[in-house]
């Protein structure tokens, strides 16, 4: 019953723009502190952005900020991930995360975003 989708991966350019989106169902969304992460081939999963419920407090990694802005719209339950300027080193598998006081986990299963000229 519990579905985080994500979409919007895709092929682009280096210095171009995507934004990803993921729909969530099935649980309290507001409640939830929503993540994205990322994991590229041989590397371990790693945070890349955070948004909290109450308040909305984002957070950044370092190699993202500036460049990366987490938001969600609690009428869609939705979480979006929009990224500007991107470079090679941000091809990943990218994954949504729905997280509650860190006892209750959801994932989806990734989107692909690849940045190539």
């Known amino acids: 019953q519990v579905q985080l989708v994500e979409s919007g991966g895709d092929l682009v350019q280096p210095g171009g723009s995507l934004r990803l989106s993921c729909a969530a169902s099935?649980?309290?969304?507001?409640?939830?502190?929503m993540n994205w992460y990322r994991q590229a081939p041989g590397k371990e999963r790693e945070l890349v952005a955070t948004?909290?419920?109450?308040?909305?407090?984002?957070t950044y990694a370092d190699s993202v900020k500036g460049r990366f802005t987490i938001s969600r719209d609690n009428a869609k339950n939705t979480v979006y991930l929009q990224m500007n300027s991107l470079k090679p080193e941000d091809t990943a598998v990218y994954y949504c995360?729905?997280?509650?006081?860190?006892?209750?986990?959801?994932w989806g299963k990734g989107t692909l975003v690849t940045v190539s000229s």
């Open positions: 995360n729905a997280d509650f006081l860190e006892l209750i986990k959801y």
């Open positions: 099935g649980f309290a969304f507001s409640r939830f502190t």
């Open positions: 948004i909290t419920s109450v308040g909305g407090t984002t």
